[in-house]
């Protein structure tokens, strides 16, 4: 399973005491306050990390916790600073507060890394002629960390277009294809390795459908998955079975996107008609190409592998900004 939110509760090192003592000299009498103060808690760090690629992790271990500062001790000494926590989380991690859903912060490239939550502070001893006081409380909060798939393309269109069928023969990845709507339920990424060491991430998402923005089907919360790819590969269903008219579902499809997000609805797309191999694709290509006038179209079909090599190449010259040809 793809696990791509999680749920995690992270708490900062609490400060350490601060020392009550007063010097005693080697009669034992009693002299100056010497207490020292408590360590500061440690802090939690939340880092993106090129090696992770999954929040797999946080689904078996929820509780993260700073080490807290030592107290302090007599003659003047400070309590030992705790040690702070450097959480790993995938580039394209996004950190929610849990309980207001406001985004705290994104971290989007490897490296990137945010203090979530600070240590307390070491209390102070009694050398400076106060009362010793205890430390003050790390930082405790509860975060949804959500992974958004960074891939180069995103393969969007209605269920049973073949998307899957598509990134199962272009990829190794191998996501279940079946003759029937939203079969794919988790998105899925695939590698497309081309000659000379040239590679590109391919995303395969649920089918969309009219009214997906607001919940329909299996929702729009897969297209999150997608706004960071550089491109779309649009797959529209020319063999037009049960009754689907391609070029309505392709305007169709691109106002549920704009419903979701004007900018996903900006973003570059390569159109590909998919099934080609079936009686009347053709003629459904020709009605097709009429109403999208002037647009570059891609006929293939997923299952025959006719066309695919052209598509790839569209799509790759459109990821590295190069002009389609
Ligand atoms: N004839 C023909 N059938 C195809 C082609 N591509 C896909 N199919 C068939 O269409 C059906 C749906 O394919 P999927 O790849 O599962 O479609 P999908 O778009 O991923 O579907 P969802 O995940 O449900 O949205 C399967 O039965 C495929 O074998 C093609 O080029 N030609
Ligand atoms: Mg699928």
């Known amino acids: 399973m793809f696990i791509d939110v999680s749920k ?8 350490g005491k601060g020392c009550h003592s007063f010097y005693r000299d080697k009669w034992n009498r009693v002299g100056s306050p010497d207490g020292g103060p408590g360590g500061d808690g440690g802090a939690v760090i939340i880092e993106a990390d090129f090696n992770i690629h999954t929040l797999l992790d946080f689904q078996y271990r929820q509780h993260h916790k700073a080490e807290s500062g030592t107290h302090g001790s007599s003659n003047h000494k400070k309590g030992r600073e ?30 990137d890394l945010v203090t979530i939550a600070k240590g307390g502070g070491g ?17 405790e909060k509860k975060l949804i960390l959500e992974l958004k798939l960074i891939a180069d393309a995103g393969i969007i269109g209605y269920p049973n277009v073949g998307k899957s069928t598509l990134i199962s023969k272009i990829s190794s990845a191998r996501p279940k294809i079946a003759n029937y709507p939203f079969t794919t339920k988790e998105p899925a990424l695939g590698v497309v390795n081309f000659s000379e060491g040239r590679t590109m991430v391919v995303a395969d998402i649920p089918g969309l459908i009219e009214g997906a923005h607001a919940g329909r089907g ?13 491109i779309l590969i649009h797959i529209v269903d020319c063999s037009a079975s049960e009754g689907r008219v391609p070029h309505s579902d392709y305007v169709n499809l691109n106002n549920e996107l704009k419903l979701y997000s004007k900018e996903l609805a900006k973003k570059p797309q390569v159109i590909a008609l998919n099934k080609m191999d079936c009686p009347h694709a053709k003629a459904n290509l020709k009605g097709f190409k009429k109403c999208l006038k002037g647009k570059k179209i891609f006929p293939i079909s997923a299952v025959t592998g006719e066309g695919i090599k052209e598509l790839l190449d569209a799509v790759y010259k459109k990821v590295k900004g190069l002009p389609v040809t």
């Open 123 to 139: 209390g102070r001893g009694n050398s400076r002629g106060r009362d010793a006081e205890c430390g003050a409380p790390g930082e």
């Open 218 to 230: 299996l929702g729009h919360e897969f297209l999150r998955h997608v706004e960071r790819t550089k």
């Open 8 to 15: 995690i509760y992270v708490k900062a090192g609490d400060g």
């Open 82 to 111: 705790g040690i702070d926590l450097r959480i790993k989380v995938p580039p394209g991690t996004l950190i929610k507060d849990a309980n207001t859903g406001m985004i705290l912060r994104d971290l989007v490239k490897p490296g």
